[in-house]
């Protein structure tokens, strides 16, 4: 038997300082993780249950070298694409409804990451009831750096997570902030879905967004866990 058309191929991100590669099965998103960033977009940070939206696996963008930020096609459709600097936790074998006192025996490393977001689209998603996809789920919408293993750095909870644009500090946060911490968003993922091994959860931005313009370059780092570095053409 034979595909009638190519398939698609393994989407893989290098791992730092090695030649291997983590193969991206899914790409999870938490929505408004960062009390400061969820009152900028008129949101309650209280404590409701964290949510969560998907990207396709093939939008990820592998660009880690700030000194060589890789290019991107500015996305179509929008006149409004905002930045979301986040740190992407890389799930390494499969489980559901996983304790948190677990949790972080599935994570097997950490990564820099943006979740690109066409806001306008989002925005008027959300004020109609409608599914965000086409908001966030576009092509090139998942920038990512280098995954740096956890048994290397084991299992970043502090520490500065911050995105530079052309060189001026856009947002600046540290990962003590997170209103739910690696373990309890997988246990509330978890309970939703089943954890494949290869899944990427964005794990959500602090304030500061905002919209990039072509030729703007975004420079953004998470302690521990590299870099990632784009730039709109
Ligand atoms: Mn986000």
Known sequence: MAYVIPPMPTIGVPIHGSSDLFPVRRIYCVGRNYAAHAREMGGDPDREPPFFFAKPTDAIVVAADPANPVKLPYPLATKNLHHEMEMVVAIGKAGVNIPVDKALEFAWGYAAGLDMTRRDLQNAARDKGRPWDMGKGFDQGAPIGHLYPA?????????????????????????????????????????????????????????????VVKGDTLIGSVVGCGSVAISYV
Do not use: C, M
């Open 151 to 211: 048994s290397r750095i084991g299992h970043p909870d502090k520490g500065e997570i911050k995105l530079d644009v052309n060189g001026k500090p856009r947002q600046k946060a540290n990962l003590n902030e997170l209103i739910w911490n690696v373990s309890e968003t997988i246990f509330y993922l978890s309970g939703l879905v089943e954890l494949g091994a290869g899944d990427l959860i964005y794990t959500g931005t602090p304030e500061g967004v905002g919209a």
